[in-house]
């Protein structure tokens, strides 16, 4: 069993940036990809951004392709999102979960595990 929890949300403006955390515990995050979703009420939830075990594969979702980046680091058992010039159009709880079969990083159904989320505000 692999316990995620989000952290670093807040309220920001136009602009501005923020790092979001995603800290694992219950075991260690070996062979498990880390994705990054996030979703609006009443929406679908949407693809972020996802990073390989190896940190070999990355992928962005389009709309925050040049202004996310997403690392991790093993030994802590933590996956970041750094996201840069943040748009209102940003606003959502942002969740991280994670996968071992590598199968679809963009299909939120793929992932076996998923944070309780934190949530980013960005006011124009």
């Known amino acids: 069993q692999v316990q995620l929890v989000e952290s670093g949300g807040g309220l920001v403006q136009a602009g501005d940036s923020l790092r979001l955390s995603c800290a694992a515990s219950?075991?260690?995050?070996?062979?498990?990809?880390i994705g990054w979703f996030r979703q609006v009420s009443g929406k679908e939830r949407e693809f972020v951004a996802a990073?390989?075990?190896?940190?070999?594969?990355?992928y962005y979702g389009d709309s925050v392709r040049d202004r996310f980046t997403i690392s991790r680091d093993n030994v802590q058992n933590t996956v970041y999102l750094q996201m840069n010039n943040l748009k209102p159009e940003d606003t959502a709880e942002y969740y991280c979960?994670?996968?071992?079969?590598?199968?679809?990083?963009?299909?939120?159904?793929?992932?076996?595990?998923w944070g309780q989320g934190t949530q980013v505000t960005v006011s124009s």
């Open positions: 979960a994670a996968q071992k079969s590598g199968s679809s990083w963009y299909d939120p159904n793929e992932y076996d595990y």
């Open positions: 219950g075991r260690p995050l070996d062979n498990y990809a």
């Open positions: 990073i390989s075990w190896s940190n070999r594969f990355i």
